[in-house]
């Protein structure tokens, strides 16, 4: 698969300590850097980068531009767009604190072959231990294409503030395995290592998160709840596991529970309304574009938030009358 790399950053030396450690690891890929500042400020002048700062979001998206937020690792839908309109047939993102694991090698090789088909559990045994009459012998699980491959980390683990503090006084495990995300079922999707097919792309929106919006640190969880009900919609299929990255920083453990407040208590609901939507569109824009129009959450945050849904999916193959209806209420 041709494969684009975007990776979102406001830190320079980060960023250039990042393209360094994965140098061989993505020498076959294009990788787009999106650094959230009103300029370029370091050199990533390798052939296969290319370096955008905020002034090229108002340049390529023009009216539009007010759905990719800044001040958040949000901006990195810019450069999935960017990969998108490119030609990529997969597209990675990464975070720029995320460094090569050296047990998952040839790692763009491991997203690809994780996206070429899963089984998901289709028969569930209502005994214990014996399988009872009517139970298939061999057929009970549902072989589906893969939209999506959530791939995990090492290191640093990523959990909420709060778990973060228990953490420092009760160890907790962080062990993972590769597995399906049966299908009806949600995921803590996070976005420091993600890999999905490019015609899912109109599903992968990273939403408006920052200190200009009412919430914070739940774009990529969001994404995943409203990219796996699409997935579910259509017959694709969620995986989760390797190839694992080495993840390295631990951001301050307070300042993200002052970000996250909010949204841990909106987190407790937004799945049941994305879950009470009922779906007929069957093409990626269509369905995330039913979602938007559908999602019967209606206070004025999450109104100006479906808003830019719409407008996201409309940027891609049609929708955009939908998308301008939607917009017009934000």
Same mark, same amino acid.
């Given at each position: ?36 500042? *009103? ?81 998901? *559990?289709?028969?569930? /045994? ?38 973060? &503090?228990?953490?420092?006084?009760? *160890?907790?495990?962080?062990?993972? /395995?590769?597995?399906?995300? *049966? ?23 990273? &939403? ?52 996250? /407040? ?6 407790? /609901? ?61």
């Amino acid at each position: 698969m041709e494969s684009i790399v975007v990776v979102p950053t406001a830190r320079a030396a980060s960023a250039a300590d990042f393209l360094v450690e994965w140098e061989q690891e993505l020498r076959a890929a294009q990788i787009i850097i999106v650094e959230d500042g *009103p300029r370029r400020s370091f050199d990533a002048s390798a052939p296969n980068v290319q370096h955008f700062a905020r002034p090229d979001i108002g340049e390529r998206l023009g009216d539009a531009a007010w759905i990719i937020p800044t001040g958040s690792g949000c901006i990195r839908s810019f450069g999935c767009w960017l990969a998108w309109q490119m030609g990529a047939e997969m597209i990675v993102t990464l975070d720029d604190d995320v460094r090569p694991d050296p047990n998952h090698t040839d790692f763009l090789a491991a997203h690809e072959r994780r996206l070429q088909g899963a089984y998901d *559990p289709s028969w569930e /045994s209502t005994l214990d231990e014996a399988k009872p009459r009517g139970m298939p012998y061999f057929e009970t699980a549902r072989e589906a294409p893969v939209a999506i491959n959530h791939g995990l980390w090492n290191g640093v683990p990523d959990f909420d503030a709060a778990t973060q &503090l228990v953490s420092h006084r009760v *160890p907790i495990s962080q062990r993972w /395995s590769d597995r399906t995300i *049966p299908r009806g079922s949600y995921l803590p999707m996070c976005s420091m290592n993600l890999a999905w097919r490019a015609e899912f792309t109109p599903a992968m929106y990273f &939403l408006l998160m920052g200190p200009d919006y009412a919430f914070d640190r739940f774009g990529d969880i969001w994404c995943g709840v409203l990219a796996k009900r699409v997935a579910d919609h259509l017959g694709y299929a969620v995986n989760s596991g390797s190839p694992a990255v080495a993840h390295q920083r631990a951001s301050d453990v307070f300042a993200n529970l002052a970000k996250e /407040s909010r949204g841990m208590r909106a987190n407790e /609901s937004f799945w049941r309304a994305v879950d009470s939507v009922v779906l007929s569109e069957r093409t990626v824009a269509g369905a995330y574009i039913e979602l938007a129009e559908r999602l019967p959450l209606d206070d004025a945050d999450f109104t100006m938030l479906r808003g830019a849904m719409a407008i996201w999916a409309g940027l891609f193959a049609g929708g955009r009358r939908s998308a301008d209806r939607i917009a017009a209420a934000a």
